[in-house]
């Protein structure tokens, strides 16, 4: 009997399976044919697409009044505020306070960046012109002001902004460093010195060194480097200034809390400095000694034989002694004046470009690229004689955190023995010419 019932069961089953099996094999017909079909329609729709596309090229190319689709999102309004109201209507001074530079100068800029800006229309979009590029990073930079709201004014995407400010600024760094960021030549060491005594009163000093601190959002990474002496988030910067109030050295990207004196030892200026490559072959006479050029910098330096900063008042400070000498203070005095030139340098930068004296909101992989750039458009219209208003100071001076001052570096075993002789000459300069 049990075995009767097995056979009965297995007699059950077996046809059960069977049919199970068919029906899976029929729904995995079924499936790959539908598959099939489904590209069989979607290579049909491509080459009908392909066919239709260049039949357009072709009456494209037969009647010039047929254009390329473009993109939909491209097509805005106020792509026509750029074509009619920037390039035909806008007076110079609308150029200055757009762009912050005239006309000239934005189209040479284009002329120099084009190698690296140009881009070739294709057969689904144009590409945006070199001098839309342009407008659109250096509103950017002038403004600093949301990419959302670019994006309305130029009638592009939020990503196309942020792309023409990226690459516009690393054309700038690739293709203008070695115009305008570069080392100085004899006749240019010649003619800042000429300028920082005429304008000044220091004698013999080329450039003068100072620091920058750019605001900068939380960064995902070890935030607490990036704190400044002031308490906010910075990236620092180290810049050297000529006569003209022009940079020629820049030193981006260090987080806020660095060392001013550590990013000064590991740049290339100290070495070119400490060899002597700021001054001739033949060193210049100084107080009848012939002595190599010398830069300014702030207390937080260490002071070398071409590198001059105050002496520190409290210094032989004694009860109700004077700390410093009379010759002492008149050094510093005029060193202080001839420190106005990086100062103002640098107010003028943040003024002009005010990505810097505000949140920049950009990644660090972009902030320090971004400041070399703005350093180089800095040069770029000092060179070219652009206007500096004088409100956009005004506004910077009364929107911006003041920068963060650095803690006096005294004497360390970094002074060069030689370097207090240096300064000795200066101090004599200067008593000689006030007696």
């Given at each position: 009997m049990e075995e009767e019932g097995r056979l009965r069961s297995l007699m059950f089953l077996i046809p059960y399976l069977l049919l199970k099996r068919r029906r899976d094999i029929n729904d995995l017909n079924i499936q790959r044919r539908n598959e099939i079909q489904r590209r069989i329609r979607h290579r049909q729709y491509f080459f009908q697409r392909q066919r239709r596309m260049m039949m357009m090229m072709l009456a494209g190319g037969i009647r010039s009044n047929v254009h390329i689709r473009t993109r939909p999102w491209t097509t805005t309004a106020s792509t026509d505020w750029w074509e009619r109201v920037v390039m035909t209507e806008f007076e110079p001074s609308d150029w200055l306070d757009k762009f912050r530079m005239s006309r000239q100068t934005f189209f040479y800029l284009c002329e120099k960046l084009k190698p690296r800006l140009a881009r070739q229309d294709t057969s689904f979009r144009l590409a945006l012109?070199?001098?839309?590029?342009?407008?659109?990073?250096?509103?950017?930079?002038?403004?600093?002001?949301?990419?959302?709201?670019?994006?309305?004014?130029?009638?592009?995407?939020?990503?196309?902004?942020?792309?023409?400010?990226?690459?516009?600024?690393?054309?700038?760094?690739?293709?203008?460093?070695?115009?305008?960021?570069?080392?100085?030549?004899?006749?240019?060491?010649?003619?800042?010195?000429?300028?920082f005594l005429s304008n000044w009163g220091f004698p013999h000093c080329v450039a003068a060194i100072s620091t920058l601190h750019t605001a900068i959002i939380t960064p995902s990474n070890n935030a607490s480097d990036y704190a400044n002496p002031a308490g906010w988030l910075s990236v620092m910067s180290q810049v050297a200034v000529n006569g003209r109030g022009q940079f020629w050295d820049v030193c981006a990207s260090f987080p806020g809390g660095t060392d001013p004196t550590d990013i000064l030892q590991n740049s290339s200026l100290w070495a070119t400095a400490a060899e002597g490559g700021l001054s001739p072959a033949t060193p210049p006479i100084f107080m009848g000694k012939p002595l190599r050029y010398v830069l300014l910098g702030e207390p937080c330096y260490p002071i070398q034989n071409w590198l001059m900063k105050a002496y520190p008042e409290e210094r032989g400070r004694r009860a109700n002694q004077t700390a410093l000498t009379q010759q002492q203070q008149l050094f510093n005095q005029q060193l202080t004046t001839a420190m106005h030139v990086p100062e103002e340098a640098l107010l003028r930068l943040r003024a002009r470009w005010q990505c810097l004296s505000q949140r920049n909101d950009c990644g660090l992989d972009v902030v320090p690229t971004m400041i070399l750039a703005c350093c180089i458009l800095h040069n770029v219209c000092e060179s070219h004689g652009d206007p500096f208003k004088a409100e956009w100071q005004e506004e910077v001076v009364s929107a911006e955190s003041p920068q963060p001052s650095h803690k006096h570096l005294l004497s360390t075993s970094m002074d060069d023995s030689i370097a207090e002789e240096v300064r000795k000459l200066f101090c004599d300069y200067f008593e000689q010419l006030n007696t």
């Open positions: 012109p070199v001098e839309k590029r342009v407008a659109v990073a250096l509103w950017r930079l002038a403004s600093n002001i949301e990419y959302r709201t670019i994006s309305t004014l130029f009638g592009v995407g939020k990503s196309t902004v942020c792309r023409c400010v990226r690459d516009m600024c690393h054309a700038i760094v690739a293709l203008l460093s070695s115009l305008y960021l570069r080392p100085p030549c004899e006749q240019e060491l010649e003619d800042s010195a000429k300028l």
